[in-house]
């Protein structure tokens, strides 16, 4: 177990961190495709809710 703890710290010195502009960057990329896929899916349900309510009158 120590071994294992001893590797993680040495491991995390190595670690290079993003810079805030990078993490803003990764974060909108996130967000704004977050966003579209929800748009996009959204729609297909609509449209499926549309074709079934004509297909069930």
Do not use: H
């Not at 120590?2 to 710290?9: D, G, N, Q």
């Not at 990764?26 to 704004?32: E, K, M, N, P, R």
């Amino acid at each position: 177990m120590m071994k294992f703890l001893k590797s993680v710290f040495e491991e995390m010195r190595i670690v290079t961190w993003p810079t805030a502009k990078e993490n803003r960057k990764d974060s909108l990329t996130v967000i704004g495709t977050s966003i579209f896929f929800a748009v996009f899916l959204g729609c297909i349900d609509w449209l499926l809710q549309y074709g079934i309510n004509l297909l069930t009158k």
